[in-house]
């Protein structure tokens, strides 16, 4: 026993103790319902608890939290960064005023418990900055107001705001009667419905006055925006057009591309047709995926295929999304690339792209951490808004940082990219880092802080938890009309909660909440240190 004791003063073991016995809970499920990684917080609460039941002084290295914080925030951006930009711009707008909501509803309910209840609004200002788990904010509380009362108000809310918003993201499908996989569905409709579906047609040329000129003074490209990735002349086998083949009456062609593409160019070249284009040995049709470097931000313009390599580019997959290629179109890395060529040109055409599965897999960490280091100079920028001066902070940077580098692929020889696998490992392992300690801070301050202050301060600040989050829901679910896993994006954006984000995180295999979070986060934590400053004023 008193060997057992003195392991668990040690922070290592009870790290990794605390991670295996949170992962064995998560993976218990009861009638459907399970806690995932977020149970880990409620094993180190438990912890924690125990140590200032029994007088232990023991806490984890800062370092860990940080580096777990870090870890996960920067795979986070790096999963919604290829899709962030459109996305914001379809319903950005929407997003922001509803993360907007959380934190002005927020403050709202706890500057009016101020006045009703005659609380100290230094106190009140605190029970915000941790019901909304925000470090930042209450650091720019403390500031403000000099008063040690913030740091106690925040003591207080913080363990009910990690865990309020973890159970209300847990159980907010069924309170609401959401079908999730409708929602997935819903929301992969809304981001693809700017990349309009790729398909294919045959033509017959009947057009006499393409007659005898080839595809390359025709502009096909230009002119239709489709690709012809297959032609079948009268009496002769089907073969892979180049540039300079010459389209005669009666070819018959396949051609790839949007339905607006293909009606331009049924409009140029002649009508659709029943007959088939059987393969033949003399052209291949093949996925390939982008594993070279030299090749990523190029556009298809650039690569000229059909002239170096007789090929032509029929579609492109990027992130589970067929887009339409253009010759404007930029390669990215670890697209996959479907390419109609000559059967000659397919090693050329291979060692062109890479097509390495293996190297794809392959994780390099120094790009990781010149990220991360970017980010953090990024969010260590002092913002002067008149009197007051902002900075986006560790967690700010960083996000804004790898979103920007994920959706520029390649910057500096530096591919900035992660493959899934690597990004999902480093990301769970970061959450793991980050809510370990998290949680031991709570336990042993939750009895502390109901002990000296009183059980009513706790209400107040389950209140301003509780209730910003029911407004968003309702307000973005039935007024806005807002997909739902956005909206739980959203809401856990504007109450900064990690740990929020990690249990929506795991119940969909959407990027919709991810996306949402990494879209309102920035604007949600310069509100908070408005909001918090101005109670200190108060």
Do not use: C
């Amino acid at each position: 026993m008193e060997f057992f004791s003195e392991l668990l003063t040690h922070d290592y073991f009870v790290l990794f103790l605390v991670i295996g016995l949170g992962i064995a809970l998560g993976n218990i499920r009861i009638k459907g319902i399970s806690f995932d990684t977020s149970a880990v917080i409620f094993v180190a609460i438990f912890f924690g608890y125990l140590y200032n039941l029994y007088r232990i002084d023991f806490s984890i290295p800062p370092i860990i939290q940080s580096v777990g914080l870090v870890l996960f925030i920067y795979t986070i951006g790096m999963q919604a960064g290829p899709s962030f930009f459109s996305s914001f711009k379809e319903q950005g707008v929407k997003l922001i005023a509803l993360a907007s909501i959380t934190v002005i509803t927020g403050g709202i309910t706890a500057i009016s418990i101020s006045y009703i209840y005659d609380v100290d609004i230094n106190m009140m200002s605190g029970l915000l900055t941790g019901a909304l788990t925000s470090t930042p904010g209450l650091a720019a509380s403390i500031e403000a107001s000099r008063s040690t009362l913030a740091s106690i108000g925040y003591g207080i809310a913080y363990p009910f705001g990690v865990l309020g918003v973890i159970l209300f993201v847990k159980l907010g499908p069924s309170l609401f009667k959401v079908d999730i996989k409708k929602e997935e569905k819903e929301f992969e409709e809304i981001s693809s419905s700017n990349t309009p579906l790729v398909i294919n047609k045959n033509l017959i040329i009947s057009n006499e006055n393409v007659n005898g000129k080839t595809i390359k003074e025709l502009r096909i490209r230009f002119m239709t925006k489709a690709n012809i990735s297959r032609i079948m002349k009268p009496n002769q086998l089907p073969t892979s057009p180049t540039s300079n083949t010459v389209l005669e009456t009666g070819d018959i062609i396949k051609a790839v591309g949007t339905v607006n593409a293909l009606d331009r160019i049924e409009i140029l070249l002649g009508k659709v047709t029943d007959v088939k284009i059987p393969r033949s040995g003399t052209y291949e049709i093949k996925w390939y995926v982008v594993s070279n470097d030299a090749v990523v931000n190029k556009s298809i313009m650039e690569l000229n295929l059909l002239d170096n390599y007789s090929a032509t580019i029929t579609r492109i997959r990027r992130a589970g999304i067929d887009l339409a290629p253009h010759p404007s179109t930029q390669i990215k890395y670890g697209d996959k690339i479907l390419v109609s060529s000559s059967k000659g040109n397919v090693p050329a055409v291979t060692q062109l792209f890479g097509d390495s599965l293996k190297r794809i897999g392959e994780t390099s960490f120094l790009p990781v951490a010149f990220g991360i280091v970017i980010g953090v100079l990024i969010g260590s920028i002092s913002i002067p808004l008149g009197s007051i001066h902002l900075k986006l902070g560790l967690t700010g940077g960083v996000l804004l940082t790898s979103i920007f580098l994920s959706w520029k692929g390649k910057a500096g020889g530096i591919i900035w990219n992660l493959p899934g696998p690597a990004n999902q490992i480093l990301r769970q392992f970061g959450l793991l880092l980050f809510l370990t300690p998290v949680g031991l801070s709570a336990g042993q301050s939750l009895v502390l802080a109901i002990q000296e202050h009183g059980a009513i301060l706790l209400l107040f600040g389950a209140l301003i938890t509780l209730i910003p989050m029911l407004i968003t829901v309702l307000v973005g679910r039935f007024v806005m009309k807002i997909n739902f896993l956005s909206v739980i994006g959203a809401l856990t954006g504007g109450m900064t909660s990690t740990p929020g984000l990690s249990v929506a995180d795991a119940m969909t295999e959407s990027d919709a909440p991810q996306i949402a979070y990494a879209a309102v986060y920035p604007i949600s934590l310069v509100l908070i240190i408005v909001i918090a400053e101005i109670m200190a004023m108060l």
